[in-house]
């Protein structure tokens, strides 16, 4: 009788061999990856990495904001100016996250679903803001709807402004936004197919129903994904904004160009006090994510499991 040697670091056991051989089979794993010494050498240096890269800073942040006391930390928030700030913050992610939830659907549904002349060219204009500088975007607008702008002429006989205004803002914040929502889900409808969709409108459902009642529930989590980042650029937005906005104080100033401008100033508690709004945007942004992807895993996780069954 003859057996095989013996592989180190597994338990083993004789098993008959269909050539009447018998082989030792591993009934465990194999001790496989980096020593214990590497592993955790490796995870220190990440984690120092990001204690000096974002927590050291955010730390920072919320000291800075609050080293004249909690008093000075509100007077800073209330501030007619800061309340401002925030009101035209939101306000331009209000306008501009819907509407970039519309374009990342259509897009992306009709990239992944349909096939048409200039596909590819769709595909490279939704990334062209990941390219092109914030700020050249901004100048992009100021050369369209400036005073000497393409359409400034005629925007100023009809009394219409847009550049140095509330407009601007919204169409510079749309344009450094719209590609995460479409950049989430395209690659997700890609993968799934039609396969689901066709079925649907062989049964006699419309192109509507079966939107609502296949495709989006089938996109629901990568779709939430998409718009927490799209809101958190918008709500955190600087470059673009800061060429169209003008800085005119408590009528075109967002969140981050306030605390430039406070910072200028050398009213420090103030500017931290202020990022200390964007900062907790931020962390509120992670967790959502995090909630997020837990949930769409389970639900993956759920569906797998019930399919085995």
């Known amino acids: 009788m003859v057996e095989q040697p013996a592989i180190r670091g597994l338990e083993e056991e004789t098993v008959p061999a269909t050539t009447g051989l018998k082989v030792r089979a591993p009934k465990g794993r194999a001790r496989v990856g980096e020593p214990a010494l590497v ?44 309340l401002e700030a925030i009101k035209l913050t939101l306000i331009a992610a209000a306008v501009s996250v819907p509407l970039n939830i519309v374009f990342g659907l259509v897009a992306s549904w009709a990239i992944a679903k349909f096939s048409f002349p200039g596909k590819n060219l769709l595909i490279t204009l939704i990334d062209l803001p990941f390219a092109v500088s914030p700020v050249i975007s901004g100048l992009i607008f100021v050369l369209l709807f400036g005073a000497r702008g393409q359409f400034g002429p005629w925007l100023q006989d009809h009394n219409i402004k847009i550049i140095f205004a509330v407009p601007g803002i919204v169409l510079a914040t ?48 990568g779709l939430l994904y998409g718009v ?70 389970r639900q993956l996780t759920a569906a797998a499991e019930e399919g085995r069954a």
């Open 228 to 297: 927490i980042l799209c809101n958190a650029r918008a709500m955190g937005e600087f470059g673009a904004v800061s060429v169209v906005s003008g800085h005119i104080r408590g009528q075109t100033n967002t969140l981050p160009l306030h605390v430039e401008i406070l910072y200028n100033e050398y009213n420090f508690v103030g500017a931290f006090a202020v990022a200390s709004l964007l900062t907790l945007l931020a962390l509120v942004t992670l967790v959502l994510k995090s909630i997020v992807e837990w949930m769409a895993h």
């Open 174 to 221: 749309m344009f450094v936004t719209f590609p995460f929502v479409a950049r989430e889900l395209i690659p997700l409808m890609q993968a799934q197919g039609s396969d689901e969709e066709q079925a649907a409108i062989v049964l006699g459902a419309s192109g509507w129903q079966t939107f609502w009642r296949v495709t989006l529930p089938n996109v629901k989590w």
């Open 39 to 82: 592993r955790w050498l490796l995870i220190g240096i990440a984690l120092a990495y990001l204690g000096v890269i974002l927590v050291i800073p955010l730390a920072a942040v919320f000291s800075q904001a609050f080293e004249k006391g909690y008093g000075a930390y509100l007077n800073a928030i209330r501030e007619p100016t800061a």
